[in-house]
């Protein structure tokens, strides 16, 4: 006889691997003709813009530029300060065996080191190291059956599981335009350094398409045609439209956002300003949370049964939880006594993490550089190292979940005392994502492997001692009577709570040999 059986579709959607890989993006530069030779190189920055990622089998391509700005004390008597602008282009594959085409991958490429070589007065040597995150998921289309419809005594061992459902993904790229005002008393002779963030991305569903906000935060330190350093800093905002057919407020919407190309450059003079252009790539993957209750177990007491089980790790639940820390420090920097703090720059990484059931525990560096001015009008910069440690409860309770922590500057003060120490003060957030996944057990393929069910010795009452292990579901289903039955004759109000050693009276058990998936229940 043919089993009939009801079945759904559900999409699930599941973390497949994760790496993290260090590259190093070299390259030997020219001073231009234009500008003086160099002889030291005072301050070195830059920002990473993504041009392209392909996933393929069994690896990541990644194409884009580290676009970096160079501070250097020339070798001239007319000029104390000079700048110069390079791109380090690189093109990286990063080799991942689970990867397949058609998997979505969330990459990160960040900035953990740069340095600057003088080979000679005329070349320079720039070297980025960049941390590279990927994360690898997919999207798995299964049937699952919701019902068996032609077997009147089926028992079924039901479990509900929360999955998050895809509901679609989608990008759009953002172009974004500005003009930075500078003082009128300034004549702007080269950028010295341009710093981009993205920073406040949010969203807002409606009509079937997701709208993505975020800030473009800018600062850019430039050189005048007198020899004096100044800062601009300004907010662009960036707002891009991403269709997605059946998306709703309900679903759980996940927004990345790379800065694909940065254009930076002073406007004519007479208009004391700078122009910037930014191109953004907004991506989102939308996600329904369902919960579904799956059979794990089946038989019937009058039908020898078999079938077929499978094991899907799915993405269940995500958590975010936000931490906020200050770390202080003091540094002393001699020449600042009659001098000018011009910048900051903070680099804050993490180092080590450790997970444990009830916290995550993190040790980081910060590095902060300070550029400077002394009593000569002379730039020079120092690095200062702070380390720190923070720690978060884990709300999954799981030492092996997977976590994403993102740390973003959200304050920073510099007080200089006139012996030349820097009080600093730095406030952080921590932004962490936890992200449990879940085995779940998908059963299919059930069929009557036999006609005999009805054949063999029955016996209308028998006393079974518990055993370690046992549940009353593996009881009743072993001697072919039902967990209700078991539950009714002996008075037990809840079928999960049995004892080692508890006598059962099982009524109208029948012994029956063991029958490959059958008789295994998942553990």
């Not at 160079?70 to 000029?79: G, H, K, Q």
């Not at 329904?288 to 094991?311: G, H, M, V």
């Not at 393929?445 to 009353?472: E, N, P, R």
């Amino acid at each position: 006889m043919d089993i009939d059986v009801s079945k759904e579709q559900i999409s699930v959607n599941k973390m497949v691997c994760e790496k993290k890989e260090i590259v190093f993006v070299e390259e030997d530069m020219i001073v231009p003709d234009s500008k003086p030779d160099i002889l030291n190189a005072i301050n070195l920055s830059g920002n990473v813009c993504i041009y392209k990622k392909e996933i393929t089998e069994e690896k990541v391509k990644i194409d884009g530029c580290v676009n970096t700005y160079i501070m250097y004390l020339p070798d001239s008597n007319e000029d104390n300060l000079r700048g110069l602008n390079a791109k380090l282009e690189f093109s990286q594959a990063v080799a991942i065996s689970e990867c397949k085409e058609g998997m979505q991958a969330q990459i990160s490429v960040e900035i953990k080191d740069l340095e600057c070589k003088v080979l000679n007065g005329r070349k320079i040597n720039v070297r980025a190291g960049l941390e590279m995150k990927i994360k690898i998921y997919s999207n798995e289309e299964i049937e699952i059956i919701s019902g068996i419809n032609n077997i009147d005594d089926i028992q079924t061992l039901d479990k509900s599981f929360e999955v998050n459902s895809l509901v679609g993904n989608g990008s759009a790229r953002v172009y974004v335009k500005d003009t930075l005002n500078i003082d009128q008393n300034d004549e702007i002779a080269e950028i010295l350094k341009a710093e981009v963030n993205l920073e406040d991305c949010d969203i807002k569903i409606s009509y079937n398409k997701i709208l993505s906000k975020c800030e473009a935060n800018v600062k850019i330190m430039y050189l005048t045609e007198d020899n004096r350093v100044n800062t601009v800093k300004g907010k662009i905002p960036a707002v891009g439209f991403i269709d997605m057919p059946n998306v709703s407020e309900e679903n759980i919407c996940e927004i990345n956002n790379e800065i694909n190309n940065i254009i930076v450059r002073p406007n004519v003079s007479e208009e004391h300003s700078i122009y910037v252009e930014i191109e953004i790539e907004t991506s989102c993957t939308a996600y329904e949370k369902r919960e579904i209750a799956l059979i794990q177990d089946l038989y019937s007491p009058s039908q020898n049964l078999d079938f077929t089980q499978k094991r899907i790790n799915t993405s269940a639940n995500k958590i975010k939880k936000i931490k906020n820390f200050s770390i202080t420090s003091k540094t002393n920097i001699p020449d600042l006594v009659d001098g000018n703090l011009l910048d900051v720059e903070v680099l804050c990484a993490i180092n080590k993490e450790q997970k444990t059931k009830s916290k995550i525990l993190y040790e980081g560096e910060m590095t902060v550089n300070f550029i400077f001015s002394n009593n000569n009008g002379n730039v020079n910069s120092k690095v200062s190292k702070i380390p720190f440690e923070f720690s978060i409860e884990n709300p999954s309770e799981d030492e092996n979940v997977n976590i994403e922590t993102k740390l973003n500057i959200i304050g920073k003060n510099f007080d200089v005392k006139s012996n030349g120490d820097v009080d600093c003060t730095i406030d952080v957030e921590a932004s962490i994502e936890f992200i449990q996944n879940t085995n779940i057990n998908i059963i299919d393929d059930i069929k009557i492997v036999d006609d005999d069910a009805d054949s063999g010795d029955y016996d209308s009452l028998i006393i079974y001692i518990v055993q370690k292990g046992d549940s009353l579901w593996k009881i009743a289903k072993s001697h072919r009577s039902t967990v209700d039955d078991i539950a009714r004759v002996n008075g037990i109000e809840d079928p999960n709570l049995i004892q080692v050693g508890q006598k059962i009276y099982i009524p109208k058990f029948r012994n029956v040999s063991k029958r490959g998936n059958a008789d295994a229940v998942p553990a």
